[in-house]
């Protein structure tokens, strides 16, 4: 048998984001809008992560109860999203996801940043020498191609590339338990005959 395959030398970048979820967009704006050279590898084929793709439905809390604590791009984010989902705008504690509307704002400005962005690409490989991560090998529709940066961030959510170089890392508590997950689901043609849906809901629930 006869493995054939090539590995494409890619461009050098200053930082390599892989992930494209809310805190890797987040972390590829900021080191593009100081002047670095971004790269930001995504999985699927769009940005915003579960925000975009997972159901969910708010945002934490942006707000010690008195004043938002959040600044940053977490900041212009709430007010985007404010102006375009019925939240009350006053209620900045938290806010609604409108998962297209999310999409279409982290496009906007990682592309207004200047942000060089590859979707539908994985990463499956990772050089590093010491203590230091030197590159990435990438697989997608292009095949295998190779990026070299000064700084890597792992935004995967899953630790991915801290996996693939060997870096530590923890999981969970000190007794290695996750916080349980949330089904989040969406209910559509739902008549409410003037009654509110959540009230509606509880009372067919078993006692």
């Given at each position: 048998?006869?493995?054939?395959?090539?590995?494409?030398?890619?461009?050098?970048?200053?930082?390599?984001?892989?992930?494209?979820?809310?805190?890797?967009?987040?972390?590829?704006?900021?080191?593009?809008?100081?002047?670095?050279?971004?790269?930001?590898?995504?999985?699927?084929?769009?940005?915003?992560?579960?925000?975009?793709?997972?159901?969910?439905?708010?945002?934490?809390?942006?707000?010690?109860?008195?004043?938002?604590?959040h600044h940053g791009i977490a900041k212009e984010i709430l007010f985007k999203m404010k102006a375009v989902t019925p939240d009350p705008k006053e209620k900045l504690d938290y806010c609604a996801i409108d998962a297209e509307w999310m999409k279409y704002f982290l496009d906007g400005m990682v592309s207004e940043a200047g942000v060089n962005v590859l979707f539908h690409s994985t990463v499956c490989a990772a050089d590093r020498e010491g203590g230091r991560i030197l590159g990435v090998t990438v697989s997608s529709k292009s095949g295998l191609c190779h990026y070299t940066a000064k700084a890597f961030v792992d935004a995967t959510g899953d630790a991915d590339l801290c996996e693939f170089s060997g870096c530590e890392f923890d999981v969970g508590d000190k007794d290695g338990k996750t916080q349980m997950p949330t089904l989040c689901f969406m209910l559509s043609g739902v008549r409410d005959e003037g009654r509110p849906i959540e009230a509606m809901v509880r009372a067919k629930l078993p006692e």
């Open positions: 048998m006869q493995r054939i395959y090539e590995v494409k030398e890619a461009k050098e970048y200053d930082v390599i984001v892989v992930g494209g979820g809310a805190a890797g967009c987040a972390a590829a704006i900021r080191a593009s809008r100081d002047g670095a050279r971004v790269l930001l590898i995504e999985a699927s084929g769009a940005l915003g992560g579960m925000a975009s793709g997972g159901m969910v439905p708010e945002f934490c809390p942006y707000t010690d109860g008195e004043k938002i604590i």
